[in-house]
């Protein structure tokens, strides 16, 4: 099982064993350290790992869209692997640290640095959609872990925010894969507020002419379950 867990090498791999070095304890740990040779380097610290991690995102070679016939315009798999390594240090750190370090330090800032800049700050040096994209796509994985340990308020502030992002879509010209992974990052926080979250998604689908993909359909299909088991 170790061998098939660990024989995929990446970003990934890394921060799966990096995540079992800290967790194992007693015979585990002597296994993987003899069999993973852990004994010949240092381990990281997750916290710089998850920093190096979101720098290689906005130095990602294969910067821009893939087409996907289930999620239309999404990331390239680098740039996946990276946020689901991101995602899985985060788990292990926890909600207070990710957001405090990473949604509040690193990824609002994008978010705010690419608004201003297309509202013509000129001072504010441009981002690429495609980081916002995966900035997005990241904060709904993150806002997960909040979810698990229940600080849905803290997370239901975060989708209000982009449920207000996403409103601005078509008199902002914003480009499809943007507006694509706001409503992916919607769906991910939906049970934090999954009244309001519909909403957002149905408000944004009444304006936009071009094809929804299957997975925003399923998305909303899921998040209106959750409303309906509110209501009861």
Not at 21 to 34: D, I, S, Y
Not at 94 to 116: A, C, F, G, R, Y
Not at 210 to 215: C, E, F, K, V, W
Request: aromatic share 8%; net charge negative.
């Amino acid at each position: 099982v170790w061998d098939d867990i660990f024989s995929f090498q990446g970003v990934l791999n890394k921060a799966m064993q990096l995540v079992v070095r800290k967790r194992a304890r007693g015979e585990v740990l002597n296994c993987l350290r003899a069999y993973l040779s852990w004994e010949k380097s240092l381990p990281l610290d997750p916290g710089i790992m998850v920093s190096s991690l979101l720098l290689a995102i906005q130095l990602c070679p294969k910067m821009e869209f893939q087409l996907s016939e289930r999620y239309g315009e999404d990331l390239s798999d680098s740039i996946w692997e990276c946020i689901l390594a991101i995602d899985l240090l985060c788990c292990h750190l926890k909600w207070s640290w990710t957001h405090d370090n990473i949604i509040s330090k690193e990824l609002w800032p994008v978010m705010d640095q690419w608004v201003k800049h297309r509202k013509g700050h000129e001072t504010v040096p441009p981002v690429p959609d495609i980081i916002v994209a995966s900035t997005l796509r990241l904060i709904g994985r993150l806002g997960q872990i909040g979810l698990k340990e229940g600080f849905s308020s803290a997370v239901k502030n975060i989708s209000s925010i982009i449920g207000r992002f996403i409103q601005h879509a078509k008199e902002e010209d914003m480009p499809w894969g943007v507006q694509l992974a706001a409503v992916y990052a919607l769906c991910d926080l939906g049970p934090s507020n999954p009244l309001e979250v519909v909403e957002a998604i149905q408000a944004w689908r009444t304006t936009t002419s071009n094809s929804i993909p299957s997975a925003v359909t399923s998305g909303i299909s899921e998040v209106s379950c959750l409303c309906t088991v509110e209501l009861h």
